[in-house]
């Protein structure tokens, strides 16, 4: 069983920046796609970024080119660099993780085997 634990969430102004990391019991390099989703109160949970094995990534339109997903395998580690918050960035984030063969980046929820808990972005306006 893959253990994910996010850290890095906290209450920034917008505009500011924050860097979210999704550490993993498992290597991650034995997970076919990681990837991060949101929820905000009284919001369904939406996809926000997905990077693969091979460093393919995939973003939601609302946060391409101010969110950065990347990966250090060395230290089981996926991060969401996140550049020019809005307040509409607010809300929990979520990692998450599938493993096995070789797989496309996903936005679904269904396509991920093992979630962390979450940790609290706030942005205030």
């Known amino acids: 069983q893959v253990q994910l634990v996010e850290s890095g969430g906290g209450l920034v102004q917008a505009g500011g920046s924050l860097r979210l990391s999704c550490a993993a019991s498992?290597?991650?390099?034995?997970?076919?796609?990681v990837g991060w989703f949101r929820q905000a109160p009284g919001k369904e949970r939406e996809f926000v970024a997905a990077?693969?094995?091979?460093?393919?990534?995939l973003y939601s339109d609302s946060v391409k080119g101010r969110f950065t997903i990347s990966r250090d395998s060395a230290k089981n580690t996926v991060y969401l660099q996140m550049n020019s918050l809005k307040s509409e960035d607010t809300a929990v984030y979520y990692c998450?993780?599938?493993?096995?063969?070789?797989?496309?980046?996903?936005?679904?929820?269904?396509?991920?085997?093992?979630w962390g808990q979450g940790t609290q972005v706030t942005v205030s306006s």
């Open positions: 998450a993780a599938v493993s096995g063969l070789w797989k496309p980046p996903r936005a679904y929820e269904s396509a991920y085997d093992y």
């Open positions: 498992d290597r991650t390099s034995s997970m076919a796609v």
């Open positions: 990077i693969t094995r091979s460093s393919s990534t």
